[in-house]
Structure formats: C-alpha cells, structure tokens
C-alpha cells in the first residue's frame, strides 16, 4: 500500500517537474516566448490550489475511490490535450484542468493513512510515502528529458496520462475504499466555507502560514524559471539541467531529512527563525554578485544549491508550525494550507514570467524578495516561544 498511495501522491508533483527541461523547445515549437510557457505552471497551480479546497470536503461524504477516479480521469483527458495544444494559450487553458485532475493524489493519498492508520504506525507510514514522494524532483526532470529525446515535449504529457491511467488501474485492482458508508460525514458548502474562514482568521495559523507561503514562493519561482536561465542565458543542455535540477533535489531532501536533528538542538521555532535568515542572506549575497556583473554558472549553481537546501528546512517545518494549534480541524486546515501554497505558487510563477527577459538577475531578484519578506516576519512577528 505505502508504494501505491506514493503513486497516487506524485501525479500532481510529476506534473510541475517533467516538463521543465522542455520550456525553451516548447516555446519554439509553439511560436512563443519562454515566459509565456511559464505562465502554463501558473495556471497548473492555480488548479492545484482550487482542487486542494474542494477534494477533500467531497471524499469525506462520497468515499476516497470515487474522487480519485473523477480526479485521475481530469488528469488523464488534460494531459492528452497538453499533448495536443497548437499555441501556448491553448496550453495555458488546459494545464489548469489538468492541475484541478492532479490535485486529487496529494489531497486524497494523506486522507487515505489518516483513514487506515493511527498514532506510531500513522507517523511510520506517512514517513514511508514522503520518502518515495521526495524521488520525484530528482527523476521527473531526468524522466521527461529523455521523453523529450524520444519524441518531442508531447511525449512528456502522454506519458503522464498513460502514468496517471495505470494508477488509477491500480487503485481499482490494490486500494481498497478506506472511507466506509457509516464514516461519511455530510458535505454542506456554507459549513466547509466557515470553517475555511474561521482558520484563515486564526492569528495561530495565519502567521506561519503566510510567512511559509512567501518563503516556499521562491521555490516556485526557482521551478519556473531556473530551466530558461540555466538553458538559455548559461547554455546547458536540458540533460545537464535535468542533472543540475536532480542534485538541488537531492540537497533538498538530505535538509529534510536533517531537519528533526536541528529541532532537538535549537527548538522548533528558533531553528525555523535562523533558517529563514540564513535563507535570506544566501540570496543577499547571490544577488550582490549578480548585480555587480560576477554573472559565473558556478556562483550560480552553489548559492541556489544552498537556498534549496535551506528550503528543505523551511517547507516541514513551517507546515509544523502552522497546524500544531490546530487539533480536530487540522485536516481541513492542511487543505488551507496546501491552497494557500499553490495560490502563491500562481502568483509567483506569473511574476517570474513577466520577468523572464531579465533571465538570471530577474530570477534571483524575485526570490530575494520572497526570502526578505519570510525573514522579516519570523523576526517581526513570531512569538519569542511557542
């Protein structure tokens, strides 16, 4: 069970990562621009954050497998049309249906271990699935750089819906329905909406929130636009992106793994604090080095490799913080959460765009923003202790 709900978890991950090494040939195949392209994450994202609001809610009173054949069908059909967009607003339209499709395996596959599993055994499996989702950013662009070899970048969106129908076979066959008729609960839209409101309201969680939110956006704004900056303006291969993009993961992933050690030694909310400011002048220092034209691919490589490590910090931790207070409504308040994620992660990816032109310099700039902005609320607005 651990490896298929991993499955289900990574479709909407897949969907962001794959295709990133394909951005420039995208945007010469379809007569257009890179930051047009980029624009089609920002739309996949706002799809993600609408489906996060509205799966979770549903499966609680219709089951789990429903949903997830009513979201891998979306996925499948978006991804087919990906494949077959003819210019980049028709790309743009449908990578929104396909990240409303996509949505389901994240919102769903944690449903699921909350249904099956509880206490040590919950904590074991969700450690279990989080290991094998944390693969995807290093193969996916490695996967969909030689997809794009194979044939061209359609290829990577048939892959997914040839990937998303498999699993959806394998639910069918493997997963049982963890959500039985006598644990269904009534869905009532003004009830989900206050409950929404009532958390969003929540000093407790809305700090931590926002401050994770504008942190995370850099990352985003990394996943946009690292593929035109380091493709075009440093003129890597995407094989060697795809590489360079897998050892950022791996930094990434080794952070979170670290991160328990560094809550025992400094606190939970200290060491959240020294993070963010250590993210903060990394990227300081990146963009000094950028503005004052010591524009080197190696200055480049080592201070994004370090952010993103950092990152890997900042992202467990701050969900940590922000759903701690919650108790009972800590399911609907992680929905929340992960909406407020992508929304910002619309938001950003649409900004890094409309400043793909400015290539590198741009790219840095966007996330120093986000870095200082992260810092500043850690310092300004956090409790002294939890």
């Known amino acids: 069970m651990p490896l298929l709900i991993a499955l289900l978890a990574t479709i909407g991950p897949l969907g962001i990562d794959m295709y990133l090494p394909s951005i420039p040939a995208m945007a010469a195949s379809l007569g257009s621009n890179e930051g047009a392209v980029q624009l089609s994450l920002m739309t996949f994202f706002a799809g993600l954050m609408l489906g996060q609001l509205i799966y979770g809610p549903l499966s609680d009173k219709f089951g789990r497998k429903p949903l997830i054949y009513l979201g891998l069908s979306i996925f499948v059909l978006g991804s087919i049309a990906c494949s077959m967009a003819e210019n980049v607003l028709q790309l743009q339209w449908i990578r ?18 909350k249904d099956q599993f509880h206490g040590p055994e919950m904590g ?30 359609r290829t990577i969106f048939l892959f997914l819906a040839i990937y998303a129908a498999a699993v959806m076979a394998l639910v069918a066959v493997f997963l049982p329905e963890t959500r039985g008729e006598e644990q269904r609960a009534e869905f009532k839209l003004n009830q989900t909406f206050h409950h929404y409101v009532n958390i969003a309201t929540d000093r407790k969680f809305i700090i931590y929130a926002l401050t994770l939110c504008i942190a995370q956006a850099g990352f985003f704004a990394y996943i946009a636009g690292s593929a035109s900056v380091f493709i075009s303006e440093y003129q890597l291969s995407s094989t060697q992106f795809s590489l360079l993009f897998a050892v950022n993961a791996f930094g990434l992933i080794a952070a979170a793994i670290l991160n328990p050690k560094l809550h025992e030694k400094f606190g939970v909310l200290n060491a959240y604090k020294v993070v963010n400011i250590a993210y903060f002048i990394v990227i300081t220092l990146l963009l000094l080095y950028l503005y004052f034209g010591i524009n080197h691919l190696a200055i480049m490589c080592i201070g994004l490799f370090i952010a993103v490590a ?36 619309a938001i950003i990816t649409t900004i890094t765009g409309l400043f793909a032109a400015y290539a590198g310099l741009g790219l840095i700039s966007i996330i120093f923003v986000c870095a200082a902005l992260s810092a500043a609320m850690c310092l300004i607005l956090f409790p002294k202790k939890l």
Not at 96 to 113: D, E, H, K, N, T
């Open 310 to 345: 950092l990152l890997g910090f900042i992202m467990p931790t701050g969900s940590q913080l922000a759903l701690m207070h919650q108790g009972r409504n800590a399911g609907t308040a992680s929905a929340l959460l992960g909406s407020m994620q992508f929304g910002f992660g």
């Open 96 to 113: 929104f249906i396909q990240g409303l499709g996509g949505s389901i395996g994240m919102v769903i596959a944690f449903a699921i271990i």
């Open 124 to 153: 074991k499996m969700m450690s279990m699935v989080l290991a094998i989702l944390g693969l995807s950013p290093v193969a996916a662009p490695l996967i969909g750089d030689a997809l794009q070899h194979l044939g061209s970048w």
